[in-house]
């Protein structure tokens, strides 16, 4: 559920855009984004960070967009958000003791400590990555096929991503439930 709700602006901005204009469908993404923060605000009562940056980027480049009357400010938001998102994680090497991902996902996921570091930094290089990827595709195709490979693209992409992870992670987990049936 979380999944199609944290997918819900890339839709609404895929649907106004076929529907009407980039210049409405940068609103709608706006729009939606800030109502995703405030939805997770008013229902959790903590602000998601992720989603926060993500949506004063749109701002910032969806106000560009629309003010210059320049489609392709709204195209470099993904750039923008996935470059943040890696120095962010790689930055959490060099700060505190542990890293990002391990602060954000320990209790749910009992991973040893080298383990998550190695997530991290898998992570460091798929935003990067995507941020890159984002680039080439917005220079070298369409404007309407940088909207099909942002939505559904990158979640085809981050879905494959995961399914890597598995294999690696999944001995870890398997020996976690073995040792929480032991207790």
Do not use: C
Request: proline share 4%.
């Amino acid at each position: 559920m979380k999944f199609l709700l944290d997918s819900l602006p890339a839709l609404v901005f895929l649907g106004a855009y076929f529907l009407y204009d980039v210049y409405t469908a940068t609103i709608a993404l706006i729009v939606s984004l800030f109502g995703l923060v405030a939805f997770y605000w008013f229902a959790e009562k903590k602000l998601h960070k992720a989603h926060f940056v993500t949506a004063l980027v749109a701002l910032a480049l969806g106000g560009l967009t629309i003010y210059l009357h320049n489609e392709t400010f709204i195209q470099y938001k993904p750039t923008l958000v996935y470059g943040i998102f890696a120095l962010a994680l790689a930055a959490s090497h060099l700060i505190g003791d542990k890293v990002l991902l391990q602060r954000m996902g320990e209790k749910s996921v009992p991973l040893p400590e080298p383990v998550w570091r190695k997530v991290n930094i898998a992570w460091v290089g798929y935003f990067a990555f995507s941020a890159v990827l984002n680039v080439w595709v917005a220079k070298t195709f369409s404007y309407d096929t940088w909207m099909l490979f942002k939505f559904p693209g990158t979640l085809v992409l981050m879905f494959v991503f995961l399914l890597a992870h598995a294999p690696f992670l999944g001995r870890y987990l398997q020996d976690a439930q073995q040792d929480q049936g032991q207790n």
